[in-house]
Nanobody, 115 residues
């Protein structure tokens, strides 16, 4: 089982930046892919960025060029650097870990972007 703990959310003005962190309880070398999702009020959860252990990183079109997913293997942590934030980025952001045969979710961290 993998436990994920997100942090770094908060309130920021439009145009500002935040960096989210997701700390995993397991060695992320054992995880096939890490991803960030978000869910705005009244909307479905959507993929923001996905980083496989090997392969191409995927971003949602709405965040390309503004958000960057990265990892620190020594800290078993994945980050989401969010720049040029917009009010429509307001959501609860969730971290997800994909292992063979299962997926694990964190509890989420709230990001609110004011106009």
């Amino acid at each position: 089982q993998v436990q994920l703990v997100e942090s770094g959310g908060g309130l920021v003005q439009a145009g500002g930046s935040l960096r989210l962190s997701c700390a995993a309880s397991a060695n992320i070398f054992t995880i096939n892919a890490m991803a960030w999702f978000r869910q705005a009020l009244g909307k479905q959860r959507e993929l923001v960025a996905r980083m496989p252990s090997r392969g191409i990183i995927n971003y949602a079109d709405s965040v390309k060029g503004r958000f960057t997913i990265s990892r620190d293997n020594a800290k078993n942590t994945v980050y989401l650097q969010m720049n040029s934030l917009k009010p429509e980025d307001t959501a609860v952001y969730y971290c997800r870990a994909e292992v063979t045969g299962d997926v694990y979710w964190g509890r989420g961290t709230q990001v609110t972007v004011s106009s």
